[in-house]
Structures are given as C-alpha cells and as structure tokens.
C-alpha cells in the first residue's frame, strides 16, 4: 500500500523551514528519501531505519517515528536548490522493494 | 553517476505496437528495476531482477515483461502498447547491504514513451 505524503505542495521563501511527511497505515522497517528536479531522474537523499537516528543531508535532515509508522523530512533555511519534488519510498521488511508515496512538491521563492 | 543508461530517451510509437526499452549499467550491480511515473502515482515498480535470468513482478507487471540475459541489460517489452502506458520510464540499479538489510537504489536518466 502507497505511503501518504502531506502535504502536497509546498512554497517557500528562501531561508524559510519545511516539514514533510510520509505516512504508512502498516508498520515500517526504512524509510528512503529522494528528490527529483523537473525533467531529471529522483536522487536518493538518505534512509532511515527502524531504530535508526536521524539523518542529514545539507540542511535537509530527516526522523523516523516507529510508534506512528511516520518519517519527517525537514528542510532547514532552504535554499532556491531545494526546489523539486520530494518522494519518500517505504519497505516493510528488510529487502529491495521500494513503495513510493505520491510526491511533494516544493518551490523556494528568492 | 552509477553508470546508468537508458534508451531510447524518448519513443513515440502507436497502440498496438511492441515496444522495447533498454537500461544498461557499467557497474555489475545484481539488482536492477524498473519504474514507470505518472503524475499522483509517484514510482510505480513494473518488474525488477535480482540476477541473470532471475526476474519478479512489481505492483503494476500487467502488460509488460522484462527479461536479463547479462548483468549489465535489463529490457523493458511492452508486447502490445496502449494509451494507458503513456508515461516516463526509469531504471534503477541497487545493491543489497549486509549491514543494513536494505540499499540505496540510484535511477537512470528516463525514457518518455507516449503511445498515440
């Protein structure tokens, strides 16, 4: 089942912070995260494990709560190359098949 | 870079035609996938392989098969194409980690294919 990412759309100001989610109805075992650019291929971020600490990547850093089967994404003093579609992936057991969630779409203003 | 290629980059082609998309690698990874991405769907997987010969279906195989006669290609055949597999195309290679139980999966460049 596709994890659900709120929100949708998201529009920033440069410098501005953002959160995003991506839920699972069904318990988790990692968390992928990627962004894509218009027209490009998704570029793997970071993975989160169950049990695992946060992660970070630039400014961008992201959580994982096991309780809520939910990960966080958090883009800290954006910057204009933080635009593009962000995608969480899901995998309930150890292994490879990834279950992508529907996208968010972030657009950093100057 | 992981040294994925796809090809054709962008295919035109009509219903009821077969289609044949390419994906090579130049890093002897042992799993190698294939997506498609339409908009609100986000990646949907088609089918993957986790070696030569050994292949598996994704959440949305129907109307496709793949196969992999050598580590480095993995072919994407639409036997007859629709209109409803107008879409973007992408490969994506990985490796498992021991340690971790799971991997990062990097993806090729995309192959737009619209069926008319």
């Known amino acids: 089942q596709q994890p659900v990412q709120s929100p949708q759309a998201v529009i920033l100001r440069e410098g501005e912070d953002a959160v995003i989610n991506c839920s699972s109805s069904?318990?988790?075992?990692?968390v992928h995260w990627y962004r894509q650019k218009h027209g490009e291929a998704p570029v793997f971020l970071m993975i989160?494990?169950?049990?695992?600490e946060q992660k970070g990547h630039e400014k961008i850093s992201a959580s994982f709560n096991e309780k809520k089967q939910q990960s966080s994404l958090y883009l800290t003093a954006s910057q204009l190359s933080y635009s593009g579609t962000y995608f969480c992936g899901t995998l309930k057991a150890a292994g490879n098949k990834l279950t992508f969630g529907g996208g968010t779409r972030v657009l950093v203003k100057p | 870079d992981a040294g994925i290629t796809q090809s054709p980059r962008h295919k035109v082609t009509e219903t009821g035609t077969p289609v044949t998309l390419r994906c090579h690698q130049t890093?002897?990874?042992?799993?190698m996938y294939w997506y498609r991405q339409d908009p609100g769907h986000g990646l949907r997987l088609i089918h993957y392989s986790y070696g030569v010969k050994d292949t598996d279906k994704g959440e949305v195989s129907d109307g496709y098969s793949v196969s992999r006669s050598k580590t480095e290609d993995f072919l994407l055949t639409l036997e007859s194409a629709t209109s409803s597999q107008t879409s973007v195309y992408f490969c994506a290679i990985s490796e498992i980690s021991g340690a971790l139980g799971t991997d990062t999966q990097y993806f090729g460049p995309g192959t737009r294919l619209t069926v008319l």
């Open positions: 069904k318990a988790l075992y990692s």
């Open positions: 989160l494990l169950k049990g695992g």
């Open positions: 890093e002897n990874h042992r799993y």
